[in-house]
């Protein structure tokens, strides 16, 4: 259950540098509790500040350096002139919060979310003019703003078309993108290392974007709370040097798809509406990570933080785990007779799970019984509908979830999204009465404000039933898991399925995944790969999939990324009689602190994560060899024995090689870790009682 153990609001003008009087002659500076990140907003004209009216902008800085210059703030309205460009602050009210919240499952626990805040009034110069509130928030990690369009006369109903806001760096940043086609996306791609200088105009970027200054800071870029509006993409400026926001369009057709979707257009987009709703309008909060190394942007909360407590009243049911599941591995089951989608190819899963403490198995696609397509239906899997009710002749469903049950195991199911929009009512009436812990829901591929709403609507309904969640084809996390701790996971990640078609799966891959898409939120991977094999030697195939890299650089996955449904992908049998079956075993999916203990994007990253008294420790490279000194001083009091798994002494030709070390630590250890091209390390710490 969510508990607040402290909270503090007060209003508290001496953390802010603010006036109140009409038609403010300054900037509104708030800053960070430590000091160390400060934002500011007011009217300008270029970089010029104007007391009397102007253009609404922002600007933040990091130790005294500018991050971000001054930057454009507005929204683009159809049929209106956009509101911002010509507007003068009012006034501005600053508070400041220091709570300690419990979450039901993530990286850490308890979190505190200590800020600064403010609220800053503008008002267009005209006569009457219409009113727009910024909301800003200072964190020791980050600073966050968004849009508030308030109830008036003159404003009933919303309709943006993109939003104004700009993201003017103070120099050319280095940047990991990952670039789309279109709005309709899966956000499955390669990260780009690239300028924004070398971001072309027509590239559509997805959030979060991780950028270098060097000399000033590490940022992350993302959003947070997108509740009743669009994503946030970017696009690059001629300047070089700005990124500037793209709202996705909104998509009326239920039925359209990333697989018939146009590519982004720039200027057929731009007259195309993104939000369309009553005053008050809130937009997301646009987030801006900020620290001096990038595995502090790993370690940060902000995203969760900026979400609302929990709508879920008791969250007891809720239960974060590890699960086999029967597609990846192309449903081998070395024992079964016919193994396929049967009733005894998925006891086979049960039985490893059970004797693997993994808390749950994972049936996906094929389980539903088919139906007739209606007039008007389209863009299903498999060539038609499924009924959601009903499972087909081969499989049992409520047979085996009284099998699992009896094994302490409970069952996740598959769905299309379609299916789940036209039956959500009846399935999740269904699946409750049925005993079914949780629901994979694919091929959403989609980021519009309609998507965003069914997101939180199903989240909701889900909940009724007590059924967790899985969203793949999934836009990125927004920090959600706070509001709906049902959702335990999504996808937006090009994952360890790519392995099956693809040579796109690469260790370096991998360490940038930590660095880029796992500043958002839980990513659902699906590690475990254990056919571990090198650059040579890898072939793409449907059935056993091959992984590149190392077995121990696989097993370290479990924890440097992050997933509260964390899958165990590869086949049972590939498990059996593996040394590093018994880290799986162990490993949680939920923590209660992370720390990034070294690393460079996009060639190496350490993860050191706590769950109760046990600390375990991921480190992976990219395709260079290295030498780590890991120091434990992150350990505390007391000795520990310490399981480390690690790349043996043929494992840069022979990837499978591993062994297993086992030694007494404290937190004056400085561990010497010897990773292979592609390879890694896993550590299980216990303290000594």
């Keep these: 259950m969510l508990s607040n153990l402290k909270i503090v609001k007060i209003l508290a003008p001496v953390l ?14 708030l800053k960070s509790p430590n000091g160390a ?15 009397a009216g102007g253009q609404l902008a922002y600007r933040v800085a990091f130790r005294g350096q500018p991050v971000i210059e001054w930057s454009n703030l507005g929204l683009a309205i159809e049929g209106s002139p956009s509101l911002g460009p010509a507007v003068r602050i009012d006034s501005s009210q600053p508070s400041s919060q220091d709570e300690t919240w419990n979450p039901v499952h993530g990286k850490a626990n308890p979190i505190r979310n200590h800020y600064n805040a403010v609220t800053v009034q503008t008002q267009e110069t005209a006569q009457d003019g219409r009113r727009l509130v910024m909301e800003a928030r200072a964190y020791d990690d980050g600073v966050a703003f968004r849009y508030l369009v308030p109830e008036q006369p003159s404003v009933k109903e919303l309709r943006i078309l993109n939003e104004s806001t700009q993201f003017r760096f103070s120099k050319d940043a280095n940047t990991f993108s990952l670039i789309s086609r ?25 959030l979060p974007v991780l950028l270098e200054l060097p000399g000033v800071a590490w940022v992350g870029l993302t959003e947070a709370d997108i509740e009743d509006y669009s ?14 926001a793209r709202l996705a369009v909104r998509v009326e057709d239920v039925n359209t798809s990333s697989t018939v979707a146009p590519s982004f257009d720039p200027k057929a987009d731009a007259s195309k509406v993104s939000v369309i709703a009553q005053t008050p309008v809130r937009s997301a909060w646009r987030v801006l990570m900020i620290a001096d190394q990038p595995g502090r942007l790993v370690e940060s909360n902000i995203v969760v933080n900026l979400n609302p407590p929990s709508a879920i009243g008791d969250t007891s049911w809720i239960k974060p785990g590890k699960t086999p599941w029967d597609w990846w591995n192309g449903s081998q089951a070395k024992g079964v007779a016919n193994p396929g989608k049967n009733n005894e190819t998925m006891k086979y899963y049960i039985d490893f799970s059970a004797r693997n403490n993994f808390e749950y198995m ?6 539903a019984a088919r139906m007739p397509a209606r007039p008007g239906q389209s863009g299903y899997s498999q060539g038609g509908p499924a009924d959601l009710t009903k499972s087909v002749p081969a499989i049992d469903i409520p047979m085996l979830v009284e099998y699992a ?30 005993g079914i812990a949780g629901m994979k829901i694919d091929f959403m591929d989609r980021s519009d404000q309609w998507m965003v709403n069914w997101y939180r609507t199903t989240a909701k309904k889900a909940a009724e039933h007590h059924i967790l969640l899985d969203y793949h084809g999934a836009f990125k996390p927004d920090g959600m898991q706070r509001t709906y701790p049902n959702v335990l996971t999504r996808e937006g990640v090009m994952g360890a399925e790519y392995n099956k078609w693809s040579a796109r799966e690469t260790p370096k891959h991998n360490v940038t995944l930590a660095f880029t898409r796992m500043l958002a939120g839980p990513m659902d991977y699906t590690p475990g790969g254990f056919d571990n094999v090198t650059r040579e030697n890898f072939v793409a195939r449907n059935r056993a999939p091959m992984v590149m890299g190392t077995r121990a650089h696989h097993t370290a996955l479990f924890v440097v990324l992050e997933s509260e449904l964390q899958m165990v992908s590869d086949s049972p049998d590939a498990y059996d009689g593996q040394k590093e079956t018994e880290f799986l075993k162990a490993v949680p999916a939920s923590w209660d602190e992370t720390r990034v203990l070294n690393g460079v994007p996009p060639k190496y990253i350490t993860v050191a994560r706590r769950r109760g008294s ?22 505390g009091s007391g000795a520990y024995d310490a399981e480390i798994y690690a790349d043996g002494p043929n494992a840069a030709a022979q990837p499978k090689d591993s062994i297993v070390e086992k030694r007494r630590v404290n937190a004056q250890t400085v561990l010497k870790l010897k990773l292979a091209p592609g390879g890694g390390s896993a550590i299980r710490l216990v303290p000594v009682r």
Excluded at 16 to 22: F, K, M, Q, Y
Excluded at 231 to 244: C, E, K, M, Y
Excluded at 362 to 367: E, H, P, R, T
Excluded at 411 to 422: C, E, G, S, T, V
């Design 362 to 367: 994972l049936i996906d696609a094929g389980w």
């Design 16 to 29: 802010l540098t603010v006036l109140t009087a009409r038609a403010q002659t300054g900037p509104v500076v």
């Design 614 to 635: 046990e600390w375990y420790v991921g480190s992976i490279t990219d395709w260079d060899a290295r030498e780590l000194d890991v120091p434990m001083s992150f350990l």
């Design 231 to 244: 994503n946030l993409f970017v696009t690059a400026a001629s300047d070089g040097r700005t990124l500037a």
């Design 37 to 51: 990140l400060e934002i500011s907003f007011a009217t300008v004209r270029g970089q010029s500040v104007q007391a």
């Design 182 to 206: 279109g709005f309709q996306t899966s956000n499955e791609d390669d990260y780009h290392e690239l300028a924004i200088s070398g971001l072309h105009p027509e590239y559509l970027v997805n």
């Design 405 to 434: 049950k009896s094994k302490n195991v409970r069952i996740w199911l598959w769905a299309h999204f379609r299916d789940m929009y036209d039956q959500a009512d009846d399935a999740f009436g269904q699946f409750e009465k049925w």
